[in-house]
Every structure is written in C-alpha cells, then in structure tokens.
C-alpha cells in the first residue's frame, strides 16, 4: 500500500497549512510508515492510506515519487 504523509520539517514547528509537505511511502500499515520515518526529525501531522483512485490522480502529478526508506 502507499501512503500520503503531511509534515513539517522540523518536530519543533507549529503546523501550518502553508508550510506543510508531503511524501509518499510504500508499507504495510500505517505504523510501519511511522517506524520508516523515525530518523528523520519530522513533525507528521497525518498520514492518508491512498486507495486505487487516490493513487491513479497523485500518479499524474509530476512530484509524484514514492520514498525508498
């Protein structure tokens, strides 16, 4: 499954809509991302679970890559 994951740069920052990026990972569960991510200093806000749809209209986007972690 691939998820969608939000986050701030630093595990310090304030959420903020403007300063949110997002990345894509391959996993089993939503843990699992959470467990691949651990050594980066991210503040995750939320990370999306992409059904068939979802990840069809994401593929268009040309910052559409999947994370190797």
Do not use: C, G, W
């Amino acid at each position: 499954m691939v998820y969608k994951v939000y986050y701030q740069e630093l595990n310090t920052e304030v959420p903020v809509r403007e300063r949110t990026n997002s990345l894509y990972v391959e996993a089993e569960t939503e843990r699992a991302v959470r467990d691949k991510l651990v050594n980066r200093n991210y503040n995750i806000e939320f990370i999306q679970q992409l059904n068939d749809a979802h990840l069809a209209y994401e593929k268009k986007s040309e910052k559409f890559t999947v994370e190797n972690v």
